[in-house]
């Protein structure tokens, strides 16, 4: 079954703590997008990469960092230094070859809360 | 001002009616237009997706595009309880695989 796995659904964090969220796809595709999403602001591009050991800011990096060491695994942490994470995190992919290459495929979510 | 503007509703429309979500978008440049489904605490699934202007149907489902008014819209027949949902406009110049979204306008069918 193809698809984009995030894990995990829902996570917990602690005043100054770092956690990872999970993005793992099966669907070969080349770039992969990390977004977050509040209430009424729509999806907002985090970080997004195109190709393995590559990887670019988006609008809001600040306070976050990723990884891209396999073609199938893009995973976010979120540091000490987002001092609001509270949302829903979405990853999604895309394929680069041939078109359309701008269709991005989601993933179901993991919701970030502070404890 | 957004690239992209939606409005956000809720949007409340009883069972069988036919409803219009819209968006507008300031930046000519897109060429592809995408309306994505998210139910509630889920992932956004693609609906539609319309290369530059025109009409697209797939069942229940219209997608229209005027890049001459930078408006898109989407119409859904006999709407049904399913269809309650927030729908998401997403769009992107050719070339380019990112993707900007509107807000998102929150639907709901009354039965």
């Known amino acids: 079954d193809g698809g984009i796995t995030q894990s995990p659904k829902y996570l917990f964090r602690k005043e100054g703590q770092n956690v990872t969220l999970s993005c793992e796809q099966n669907?070969?595709?080349?770039?992969m997008y990390w977004y977050r999403q509040d209430p009424g602001q729509g999806l907002r591009l985090i970080y997004y990469?195109?190709?393995?050991?590559?990887?670019q800011k988006g609008d809001i990096a600040e306070g976050y960092s990723v990884s891209r060491e396999k073609k199938e695994s893009f995973p976010l942490t979120v540091t000490s230094a987002q001092k609001n994470p509270t949302a829903f995190y979405l990853c999604?992919?895309?394929?680069?070859?041939?078109?359309?290459?701008?269709?991005?495929?989601f993933g179901a979510g993991t919701r970030l809360s502070v404890l | 001002q957004k690239e992209v503007e939606q409005d956000p509703g809720p949007l409340s429309v009883p069972e069988g009616a036919i409803v219009s979500l819209n968006c507008t978008y300031s930046?000519?440049?897109?060429?592809?237009f995408m309306w994505y489904r998210q139910y509630s605490r889920k992932g956004p699934e693609l609906l539609m997706y319309?290369?530059?202007?025109g009409n697209k149907e797939d069942g229940r489902f219209t997608a229209q595009v005027d890049k001459s008014s930078k408006y898109i819209s989407l119409f859904i027949r006999d709407s049904q309880p399913s269809d309650s949902a927030t729908y998401l406009c997403?769009?992107?110049?050719?070339?380019?695989?990112?993707?900007?979204f509107g807000a998102g306008t929150i639907l709901r069918v009354k039965s």
């Open positions: 930046n000519s440049a897109f060429q592809y």
């Open positions: 319309t290369y530059s202007s």
């Open positions: 999604a992919s895309s394929a680069d070859g041939g078109q359309p290459k701008n269709i991005q495929y």
């Open positions: 997403a769009m992107s110049p050719t070339g380019g695989n990112k993707l900007v």
């Open positions: 990469s195109q190709i393995v050991n590559d990887f």
């Open positions: 669907l070969n595709h080349d770039a």
